[in-house]
């Protein structure tokens, strides 16, 4: 899990453990969700992608404001 999660972030292996870590903890958390007799690599593989997905917008997200912020001062 930890190769895959270092390939979507570009090797930055300090964020590759953390979102394999919260993976954990959010695979826990929501263990009641797990169908039995399916596929837990699977399951725990797409929740890692979709917290990196959402960890990667929010990034998107707030370089468009603070970018949006330093406009708006240069027109004052």
Avoid: H
């Avoid at 917290?51 to 330093?70: H, M, P, Q, W, Y």
């Amino acid at each position: 899990m930890v190769n895959y999660a270092r390939s979507l972030t570009r090797d930055d292996r300090t964020l590759a453990e953390d979102l394999v870590q919260t993976t954990c903890v959010n695979a826990l958390a929501a263990r009641n969700q797990f169908i039995p007799g399916t596929n837990i690599k699977a399951w725990l593989f797409t929740i890692l992608k979709n917290r990196f997905l959402s960890l990667k917008g929010r990034k998107f997200n707030t370089e468009i404001s603070l970018d949006a912020v330093t406009d708006e001062e240069d027109d004052s």
